[in-house]
């Protein structure tokens, strides 16, 4: 039961595995799998608005999933571009801010042109940001993030000997504004981060379930958030102190 004191976190990243294992248990397609999956973030995007969610990551594809068979990665994006243009209208006037995260390089101009109109469409909401890592992975992004920086000192002529703060690095991670990551969820049993917001996650409580993906519901997210509820979050500091 999530009671009205309790302490929410203001980001939940959430590794959505399992999508395959579903399809394959019930004698389907993986990219019936997919499909499955793409319902499970409708229905969590409706319990994080009900219960006043500040901001979801989702990791839809990741910069190493290009390794996966065309016809898959194929679904993937397809998927993506339905989910945008059947939900788009629908989650905007309920106040929901889409974001992306994630590398431009290799995305096709369909997709990219999808994303930034659902960006563009919905900037001004705030009730929840749904943030979707498409081509995202923490070590291309970090790669990128000092690439930029290291640019930008040179054309402001800093000079290199200044160190570099954490708050002039975040300025140029993908996820920029978005607060830290508290809770990062896991579902399929797997107990990895995959080289997802490593940065963003430095202190985030991290919950695993076996729950597969398309099975996640409001169930087990309230199950996670009470878990989190229950934790004491030190930062490296006492817990008194
Ligand atoms: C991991 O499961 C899942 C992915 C790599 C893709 C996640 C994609 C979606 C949830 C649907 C995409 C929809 C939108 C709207 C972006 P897996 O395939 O690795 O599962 P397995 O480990 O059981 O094989």
Request: glycine share 6%; hydrophobic share 35%.
């Amino acid at each position: 039961m999530i009671s009205s004191k309790q302490k929410l976190p203001r980001h939940i990243a959430v590794i959505m595995d399992g999508n395959g294992r579903w399809a394959t248990s019930k004698g389907l397609s993986r990219s019936e799998g997919h499909r499955a999956g793409a319902d499970s973030i409708d229905r969590l995007m409706e319990i994080s608005l009900e219960l006043g969610l500040e901001a979801i990551s989702l990791y839809a594809f990741s910069t190493e999933n290009w390794k996966r068979p065309v016809t898959e990665i194929r679904s993937i994006f397809n998927l993506l571009v339905e989910f945008i243009d059947s939900r788009l209208e629908g989650i905007s006037k309920k106040g929901v801010r889409i974001l992306h995260s994630g590398s431009r390089k290799r995305l096709s101009s369909k997709v990219l042109s999808k994303i930034d109109s659902a960006i563009e469409i919905t900037q001004k909401n705030r009730k929840l940001t749904v943030n979707f890592c498409v081509n995202y992975g923490s070590q291309e992004e970090l790669l990128n993030a000092f690439s930029k920086l290291s640019e930008e000192r040179r054309k402001k002529k800093i000079p290199i000997q200044k160190p570099i703060s954490t708050k002039e690095l975040e300025k140029y991670l993908y996820t920029y504004p978005l607060p830290p990551v508290d809770l990062l969820i896991r579902t399929a049993g797997e107990r990895r981060l995959s080289n997802f917001l490593l940065w963003q996650s430095a202190y985030a409580e991290l919950f695993f379930t076996d729950t597969l993906w398309p099975d996640f519901g409001e169930k087990d997210l309230k199950e996670a958030l009470d878990w989190y509820g229950r934790r004491t979050r030190k930062f490296g500091g006492l817990e008194n102190g």
